[in-house]
């Protein structure tokens, strides 16, 4: 089954996947963000597809945005470091 990059669509039609640009409108972080985050290691578990485009797993960014809720300011304080340039 081919995977999808469009972010809508049945669940049965397989996993979907969304590119760089794609998680920046979705989350408002800011693409060099995210890229500062691959090459430090942070933020969502992303998928190389080529030397220039990498993608995001729907349900792992799902996952990851679900790990970080938390319900005060001294929780958020607490999560690992995902300033950039830190």
């Known amino acids: 089954m081919k995977p999808h990059l469009n ?3 049945p669940a049965e039609s ?17 693409k060099r ?4 985050w691959r090459r430090r290691g942070v933020g969502p578990r992303w998928i190389r597809v080529s030397p220039r485009k990498v993608l995001y797993a729907l349900e792992s960014l799902n996952g990851w945005l679900k ?4 319900q005060s300011t001294a929780e958020a304080d607490r999560l ?7």
């Open 14 to 30: 397989g996993p979907v996947y969304l590119s760089q640009a794609q998680v920046s409108v979705r989350t408002g972080i800011a």
């Open 7 to 9: 972010p809508v669509g």
């Open 67 to 70: 790990a970080r809720e938390v």
């Open 80 to 86: 690992p470091g995902l300033s950039v340039g830190a």
């Open 33 to 36: 963000t995210l890229e500062d």
